[in-house]
């Protein structure tokens, strides 16, 4: 996408009518424009921006927070379009913003891919601490948990939920971590299975990952 076409989505991110969103996902999908480069580069791109605004206090916590309804009305408009090949079920999935973080929109990108991919996905939400994790472990007898962060200081706690996990289960699942403070290092530093750099990338990842566990 060209800057001023990134810069149009960024504008319908600020605009407090939710309208302008929509019509322009759907103008952009009415011209053949694909859903994946309307999420990474249109919606992504503008609400990257939006991140810049805010750090650089051109921006404050309301404005964002219109921007996150608005990104999530214009990923709502492409959930159809995105899930389009929805296959069977591949195994189970657990997934949850980690405690003390409530930032879930890539979390539920995530959530959309892999459900869009056919494993069954259990989401938990936000803020989801070490015990709900485990109990859902055990609940749900998950092939996978996803662990997603958005802050620096919630970061560290992905490492003390896999420490759970492992302490609690002799057999544990995998656990995959994401999200945009969270790195490959990092993930092998706290002994994650995966990481993945976005929510397509967390499908791959994770249907590489298995795949190969049944090689085994
Ligand atoms: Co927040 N916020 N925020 N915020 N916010 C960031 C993260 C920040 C970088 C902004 C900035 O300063 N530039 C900054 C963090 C700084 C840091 O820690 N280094 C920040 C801050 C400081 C805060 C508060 C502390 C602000 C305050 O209150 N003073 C506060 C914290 C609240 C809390 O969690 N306890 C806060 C609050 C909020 C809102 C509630 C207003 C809102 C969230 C609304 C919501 O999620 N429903 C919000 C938003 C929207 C943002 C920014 C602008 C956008 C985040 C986003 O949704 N991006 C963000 C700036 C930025 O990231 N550029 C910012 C789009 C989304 C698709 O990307 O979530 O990264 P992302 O997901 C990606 C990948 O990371 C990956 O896949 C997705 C792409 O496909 N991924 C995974 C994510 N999870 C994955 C899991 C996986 C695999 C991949 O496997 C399991």
Redesign the pocket.
């Given at each position: 996408m060209e800057k001023e076409e990134i810069e149009s989505f960024h504008r319908a991110l600020r605009d407090t009518h939710l309208a302008t969103m929509e019509t322009l996902v759907k103008e952009y999908l009415g011209k053949g424009v694909s859903p994946i480069i309307i999420l990474?580069e249109g919606l992504?791109g503008g609400?990257?921006i939006?991140?810049?605004e805010?750090?650089a206090s051109q921006i404050w916590?309301p404005e964002?927070?219109l921007?996150?309804r608005n990104?999530?009305r214009g990923i709502e408009i492409l959930k159809p379009e995105l899930l389009e090949n929805k296959v069977q079920a591949k195994g189970k999935f657990v997934?949850g913003t980690v405690k003390?973080?409530?930032?879930?929109?890539?979390?539920n990108?995530?959530t959309m891919m892999m459900t869009g991919a056919g494993y069954e996905v259990t989401d938990l939400g936000v803020d989801v601490s070490r015990e709900r994790y485990l109990d859902a472990i055990f609940k749900d007898r998950p092939d996978l948990v996803?662990?997603?962060a958005?802050?620096?200081?919630?970061m560290r706690e992905m490492k003390d939920v896999i420490k759970t996990i492992h302490q609690a289960l002799p057999n544990p699942p995998k656990v995959?971590?994401?999200?945009?403070?969270?790195t490959q290092a990092f993930a092998d530093e706290i002994r994650a299975d995966g990481y993945?750099?976005?929510?397509?990338?967390?499908v791959e990842f994770i249907n590489r990952l298995l795949s190969k566990g049944e090689g085994e």
């Open positions: 990474n992504i609400m990257s939006i991140g810049q805010f750090k916590v964002v927070l921007a996150a990104m999530s997934i003390g973080d409530i930032h879930d929109i890539g979390k990108l995530v996803g662990l997603s958005l802050l620096t200081t919630t995959i971590v994401g999200g945009a403070p969270v993945a750099e976005d929510a397509v990338r967390a």
